[in-house]
């Protein structure tokens, strides 16, 4: 059953110039990965330092294989140095309604 993942991201003001570049160089990993769906990136026009991640899987067995795969092999770090606080992950089961 397809999965959908939102990742909130909260990044230093600081660092806001970088973050496009870095979340796009990282994506292409993510978007390249054996069950992803796509990935969406949405910046909240009140607050341009929170953004989203909707991820789309095939299946939870895809992220939780993408999720290892990027804690395993420290794909994170170029983007840890930018954010405010520790990535939230929240995932959903895709409705049939």
């Given at each position: 059953?397809?999965?959908?993942?939102?990742?909130?991201?909260?990044?230093?003001?600081?660092?806001?110039?970088?973050?496009?570049?870095?979340?796009?160089?990282?994506?292409?990993?993510?978007?390249?990965?054996?069950?992803?769906?796509?990935?969406?990136?949405?910046?909240?026009?009140?607050?341009?330092?929170?953004?989203?991640?909707?991820?789309?899987?095939?299946?939870e067995e895809a992220d939780s294989a993408y999720r290892a795969y990027r804690a395993e092999n420290g794909t994170r770090?170029?983007?840890?140095?930018?954010?405010?606080?520790?990535?939230?992950?929240?995932?959903?089961?895709?409705?049939?309604?």
């Amino acid at each position: 059953m397809p999965v959908t993942s939102i990742v909130t991201l909260t990044l230093k003001p600081e660092s806001l110039a970088d973050a496009e570049r870095v979340v796009r160089e990282s994506l292409e990993l993510t978007r390249g990965f054996q069950g992803n769906l796509g990935v969406d990136v949405l910046v909240d026009q009140a607050d341009p330092t929170r953004w989203l991640l909707i991820e789309r899987w095939e299946s939870e067995e895809a992220d939780s294989a993408y999720r290892a795969y990027r804690a395993e092999n420290g794909t994170r770090s170029a983007l840890g140095p930018l954010l405010a606080g520790a990535p939230q992950v929240v995932k959903y089961d895709v409705s049939p309604a």
